[in-house]
């Protein structure tokens, strides 16, 4: 269970084992923040030269970019056409333009599940041509890829060699499922990432959590061959059962699931919405409290309770249990307790069997003395009013959301005088939104919205710089009363100068000044380094030059004390070093100096002789 507290939980999970590193990903989520998406590049990338993971090694600025610039063209990430929020205008999500897929659900709900697969490839040189060993993880979460500080349930599964392990070939289905409901044109790269992929999954096997006997997975959406043929997996009957689940409905209790349930926890707004005679089946039903400031969506100031910008908090985990004497069956994924979570929308659901004393209810509820488990937040549900209290209606915001998401927006790039422009387009008309405002705006260029009209195709020029460009157009929705919604589209852009992403990386690094502070604080012996949101938020933020001279700054000092003291930490930051330097982005003349240093220190040269070694080598 993955608690508040714990952000990167998720994120932690992506890092590869000890001797390994990525090769290739693939994700599905429903709303996305691609600020956290930021993240995961970086969580491939930390581990030191050898592959070995550097436990509570942090990242600096300039080694998040080089880990953006390394791994994100070896991610594919599926999310719900419509619910990418829109995070500040920064010029370093332009390395993720080529990332993210919008797809949609063929039955009219929404692309919910939460799951990543991920392979990793054994460090080192291959020899005797022989293919390196690969490895994968499969993470079954309730957690979308955001930064939520909520109650969240994840399930690590990984690949282990053997006849009696667990076979997750829906898992497979299930992102090629979600190619042939992509919006628009889906690049050969991710094409080829998912065949090759869910081809592994087609004869792995995965070693099971301990005290699970047998794990099955249940898609739910795609009609696919191991989709429930009733559309619901649950169990008919038990002896005892638990269903934890934030949102709820009339449907799930009256239709999908018309059986006992001992016990039910969901958050007391949605609880509120139904109607008595689908809590009649219903034992003991409980509202979870953990103190968790929670935002409920209201008509007047609040956002869609499916916004991606709005975040959550409390209790978001979905769990259905059940025991039947001394057997105990467990369902998690990301379904929620509703109609249309069974019946309209893709979900995903593993189901876990073993004894109660491992996967029963008072496990999965129960703390320890050094941490409240979850039936300590449980309070006794009483509900408020005699009848129903309806939810919010954002029905038509959500709607027009996903009609706009859904065309096919290109960008075509042409050069403009001394910098470029960019004209984005659609060739089917935007949708008539009658008493609502549509604004879009490059999603580097916050400044520069425009209002758009319904009822033509979008043609809209926007004049930028090369570093500006942007692949991601983000649109605000605004009624002449109620809640606002934003979202961005990804877009592709042809056209593009190839020296695009060089230049990027050279503008976002910054001046020399701001590169050898880095580089200072990665050579320093108790760096004080930021943590991986820190260095998020400090890749993505521009640079200024605060007036300090270079020259000030105790680079060569701090590198031949490295040799000197540390030659292994010059070793670990070479490849950092050497990509920049292929890629152009380092000021002028320190390729030479580090180089020079470098092969001192890996020659073993005596101190004495380093300034033989560094003659005519250009100094900062």
């Known amino acids: 269970m993955l608690q508040p507290t714990n952000r990167l939980t998720l994120v932690g999970a992506m890092r590869p084992p000890a001797g390994f590193r990525i090769e290739s990903a693939m994700a599905v989520t429903f709303t996305l923040d691609l600020r956290a998406l930021l993240a995961a590049p970086a969580a491939f990338a930390l581990t030191g030269p050898d592959g070995v993971v550097a ?86 979460a309730s957690r979308n890829l955001t930064f939520d500080a909520s109650w969240d349930a994840v399930l690590r599964l990984d690949e282990s060699p053997g006849p009696s392990g667990a076979r997750l070939e829906p898992i497979g289905e299930l992102f090629e499922g979600l190619l042939e409901v992509a919006v628009g044109d889906v690049a050969e790269a991710h094409r080829q990432r998912v065949q090759s992929l869910a081809a592994a999954l087609q004869t792995a096997t995965f070693a099971l959590p301990d005290g699970v006997e047998d794990l099955r997975v249940h898609v739910l959406g795609l009609d696919g061959r191991h989709s429930p043929p009733t559309g619901s997996p649950l169990p008919v009957n038990a002896e005892r059962s638990l269903v934890i689940s934030p949102f709820v409905s009339d449907g799930f209790f009256n239709t999908v699931h018309p059986h006992p349930i001992t016990e039910l926890v969901s958050l007391e707004a949605w609880l509120d919405s ?32 499916l916004d991606p910008a709005r975040p959550l908090a409390g209790l978001h985990a979905k769990v259905f249990a059940f025991e039947t004497g001394d057997r ?9 307790a509703t109609y249309s979570a069974f019946h309209s929308s893709v979900e995903i659901l593993v189901e ?58 290109e960008g075509d790039v042409e050069a403009s005088g001394a910098d470029w422009a960019v004209t984005y387009r659609t060739s089917a008309p935007l949708p008539n939104l009658d008493g609502m405002a549509v604004h879009c705006w490059p ?35 605004a009624p002449e009363d109620g809640p606002v919604a934003e979202f961005v589209v990804p877009v592709p852009l042809r056209g593009v100068p190839e020296h695009r992403e060089r230049f990027l990386l050279r503008s976002l690094i910054g001046n020399a000044e701001r590169f050898f502070r880095y580089l200072l604080a990665l050579l320093d012996e108790d760096p004080g380094q930021f943590d991986l949101l820190d260095a998020v938020e400090r890749a993505s933020a521009d640079g200024s030059d605060d007036g300090s001279s270079v020259a000030a700054l105790p680079v060569l000092e701090k590198l031949l004390r490295t040799m000197r003291r540390d030659p ?53």
């Open 274 to 305: 139904l109607k008595p005679t689908a809590l009649a089946n219903v034992g003991t039903t409980y509202t979870f409290d953990d103190g968790s400031p929670i935002e409920l969506a209201t008509a007047e100031d609040q956002s869609s309770p």
């Open 443 to 477: 999603l580097s260029s916050a400044g520069n919205r425009r209002p758009v009209a319904g009822g033509s195709p979008l043609e809209e020029r926007f004049e930028t710089s090369l570093e500006a460009m942007s692949g991601f157009l983000a649109f605000e929705l």
């Open 568 to 620: 292994a930490k010059l070793a670990g930051l070479h490849p950092l070093v050497s990509d920049l330097a292929d890629d152009d982005a380092l000021p002028a003349g320190f390729a030479e100096l580090w180089n020079a240093i470098f092969d001192v220190a890996i020659a073993g040269t005596a101190p004495g002789d380093t300034a033989e070694a560094l003659e005519g080598a250009p100094a900062r």
């Open 328 to 336: 105990a069956r467990l369902f998690t994924g990301s379904a929620n």
């Open 55 to 140: 436990d509570g090694e942090q990242l600096e600025p300039v080694e998040l970019l080089h880990a953006l610039r390394s791994h994100a063209g070896k991610i594919t990430v599926f999310n719900q056409a419509g619910y990418t929020a829109v995070p500040p205008s920064r010029r370093v999500f332009a390395f993720l333009e080529g990332a993210v897929v919008p797809v949609g659900a063929p039955h009219g709900g929404i692309v919910h599940p939460k799951v990543w697969v991920l392979r990793y490839e054994a460090c080192g040189d291959e020899s005797a041509g022989q293919a390196r060993q690969q490895r994968l993880r499969v993470l079954v």
């Open 352 to 409: 876990l069997t073993g004894p109660t004393a491992t996967l029963g209810i008072d496990r999965l509820c129960g703390g320890n003395p050094d941490e409240p488990g979850l039936r300590d937040w449980f309070i006794p549900y009483r509900p408020s009013n005699d009848e129903p209290v309806p939810l919010p209606d954002t029905s038509t915001l959500d709607r027009a959301r996903v009609a706009i998401a859904q065309l096919q927006i």
